[in-house]
């Protein structure tokens, strides 16, 4: 896979199923307007080939109606902002329900087929465009000063929050007219899912409606005809992606932790029932905290006398059947229906037939039908790609010097080797690499390297404990086991263990520097991107720092500066590649340059390469000329000190 083939990965998103009707939207990169298209696809469940079913520029998070009439989905054009859409299911033109300026979020049916729930943005006046009060815009750099108060006042890749809550709206598919917010400018809400009756709506909020500065979140009901919300379920942590059953049983994702001890806690599956009387909902877990890790990016969904999720276990994400009376069932006590060495990205249920968007080695996600016990593959979107080059994954398994299992994988280039060695590391750092397609892997290995990389303790998938070994310990038994990874490969002959690099971005980025700093002479040279390398200032810089750095690290800034990599800057002496997004809000700006200027000051063979206009997720979603600008800097680096 060359740079420029990153035009050719088409990404399917959630799928919507009902009947023989089954759509997603396929997004890919355009390299000639510099931007993403997506339009709606449908493949028949019955196999025969998938047809592109929709044409807009930008069409995303398609949604048909419970009565099988009607599909809602996001359409946008150019410049302008997603709006909701509505065709018939059987084909014709499509309706524009909604004009608001910021745009519109993804549909949610409700269960009388007539209305629409979503969630959007509305700016203040006199921000983002929107008039101010003396009916006059204004440029960005010419609005009125902000006023803030709270910590969580902005985040990265979105921007600025207060002065633009996202309210809940819904709004009539025959007869929408101007769409009114149903809730206040005082929380951001999100995740609405309606009850049987469509009378109300629940939505995720932050605890106490915004009024406390905490990363806890709550259920909320809000009737849908307007009305002040009520809290329906308070959470044991945090709460995200409730559905309804047919029985008025709520399900949703969770994590249970005492505040502030947040980080790298197992996401889990929650059940509660609404009461009568109006007081919250105490909520039960149904699946284990150390085991299980539910990745929530659909709602859970009943089939029978089963909850579905999506679940993480050692770099696969697996369909899992939750018997609904489950009490907090460990992972092997949960059926297995989809996801062996694969990634199950979206799913969707209609009756007794369930499909997926499945990832594996050599796809970026396919459509997959599971009829009963029969597994049926409905795309290959990743075909392009595939006959451009795609190299095999192989696993790998090691153990650390303290005998703790360690598991990762590595890509090989063609040919007999020996060959040069990345050793890559994932950000997070309670996240993980997965059996998916990896582009970023692909590429590497498609110009020459071996590409090493792995879920080191710290890293999500493996069990609670194995995320919780670096809370107050980064750079430590993390660094154990990438090493170990990295050694194990290193005994095969056709890989080059005079010609090792190192790199990684966001904690991997840290991992970067800190080993650059810590195990320099294993590597020949360091590429640094989007880096925490300083705690002190990204707890006061970072749009998490507030809470992130004390959760990971400690309050003390002593143990803050011993844990940070440009404290031992004066040992990186291998060239070294500081990479940053002038946009990044996670780990800001300041966090390269102050690294930087350290490796310079010591005669270090420093460089800075800096993205204008991305944010921190640039190597994901970033535009798309930066994506592969970002790559060939990456290989031109490497062909100089590889």
């Known amino acids: 896979m060359r740079p420029s083939d990153l035009e050719l990965l088409a990404v399917p998103g959630t799928p919507a199923l009902h009947g023989t009707l089954l759509l997603t939207a396929v997004a890919t990169p ?3 307007g510099n931007t993403y298209r997506s339009s709606l696809w449908r493949a028949g469940p019955e196999g025969g080939a998938a047809r592109q079913w929709s044409f807009g520029e930008r069409d995303t998070d398609p949604a048909i109606s419970p009565d099988g009439r009607w599909v809602a989905f996001l359409r946008a054009s150019g410049e302008a902002k997603p709006q909701l859409h509505v065709m018939p299911a ?3 033109d499509a309706r524009r329900l909604t004009d608001l300026p910021l745009g519109a979020g993804a549909p949610v049916w409700a269960p009388d087929s ?13 921000r983002y465009g929107a008039p101010g009060d003396d009916g006059e815009t204004v440029e960005p750099g010419e609005e009125a000063p902000r006023r803030i108060t709270r910590f969580d006042y902005r985040l990265d890749n979105v921007g600025f929050l207060r002065d633009r809550p996202r309210r809940l709206f819904v709004v009539d598919a025959t007869d929408p007219g101007e769409p009114e917010p149903l809730t206040d400018d005082g929380a951001d809400v999100s995740d609405p899912a309606w009850l049987p009756d469509s009378s109300a709506l629940l939505v995720v909020a932050p605890r106490e409606w915004g009024t406390t500065d905490t990363e806890e979140s709550d259920l909320y009901l809000v009737p849908a005809g307007g009305g002040e919300p009520v809290l329906a379920v308070r959470s044991a942590g945090t709460a995200a992606k409730p559905a309804v059953s047919a029985d008025g049983t709520v399900l949703f994702y969770g994590q249970e932790y005492t505040w502030p001890h947040v980080v790298a806690r197992n996401p889990g599956l929650w059940s509660a029932e609404l009461p009568a009387n109006g007081e919250p909902a105490e909520p039960r877990r149904l699946t284990d905290a150390e085991s299980v890790y539910c990745a929530g990016d ?4 009943a089939l029978r006398d089963e909850i579905l999720v999506a679940v993480l276990n050692r770099g696969a994400v697996e369909l899992r059947a939750v018997p609904r009376g489950a009490d907090r069932a460990p992972l092997d006590g ?3 229906l989809l996801g062996e060495r694969s ?3 979206s799913f969707a249920v209609h009756g007794e037939r369930i499909a997926a968007v499945v990832a594996r080695p050599d796809s970026s996600g396919d459509l997959v039908l599971l009829d009963g016990a029969t597994e049926l593959v409905l795309t290959d979107f990743s075909k392009p790609v595939r006959d451009n080059g795609i190299r095999p994954v192989e696993e790998l398994t090691t153990a650390a010097p303290d005998g703790y299992p360690v598991h990762g994988w590595l890509v090989k280039p063609e040919g007999q080797g020996p060959h040069p060695v990345l050793l890559v590391v994932h950000g997070g750092p309670f996240a993980s690499y997965d059996w998916g397609l990896f582009d970023e892997a692909q590429v590497y290995a498609s110009a020459g390297y071996a590409v090493v990389m792995g879920n080191p303790r710290g890293s999500a998938g493996y069990g609670e404990s194995h995320g919780q070994a670096i809370v107050h310990g980064m750079g430590t038994v993390d660094v154990d086991d990438v090493l170990a990874l990295l050694d194990v490969a290193l005994e095969r002959d056709d890989l080059d263990s005079s010609r090792v690099g190192v790199m990684g971005g966001s904690y991997g980025g840290f991992m970067t520097s800190w080993l ?8 020949r040279a360091a590429w640094s991107e989007r880096a925490v390398n300083a705690w002190d200032s990204f707890t006061g810089s970072s749009d998490i720092g507030w809470f992130f750095a004390e959760a990971y690290v400690g309050a003390d800034p002593v143990v803050q500066r011993e844990r940070s990599p440009l404290t031992y800057a004066s ?9 940053h997004s002038e946009h990044d809000w996670r780990c800001p700006l300041e966090q390269a340059q102050r690294m930087f200027v350290a490796l310079k000051q010591n005669g270090t063979q420093a460089e800075m390469l800096l993205f204008p206009g991305e944010g921190h997720e640039l190597s994901r979603s970033g535009k798309p000329r930066h994506r592969v600008q970002r790559f060939d800097a990456i290989l031109e680096w490497w062909s100089r000190h590889l």
């Open 90 to 92: 059987d084909g014709g």
């Open 343 to 345: 990634a199950v990205r």
């Open 516 to 523: 650059a700093a810590h195990h320099g002479s294993r590597f």
């Open 114 to 126: 007539r209305r629409i729930a979503f969630t959007a943005r509305l700016p203040e006046p006199g």
């Open 30 to 32: 355009d390299l000639g």
């Open 571 to 579: 040992s990186i002496t291998l060239p070294f590649a500081v990479v």
């Open 334 to 336: 949960l059926t297995r």
């Open 298 to 301: 659909v709602p859970p969904a």
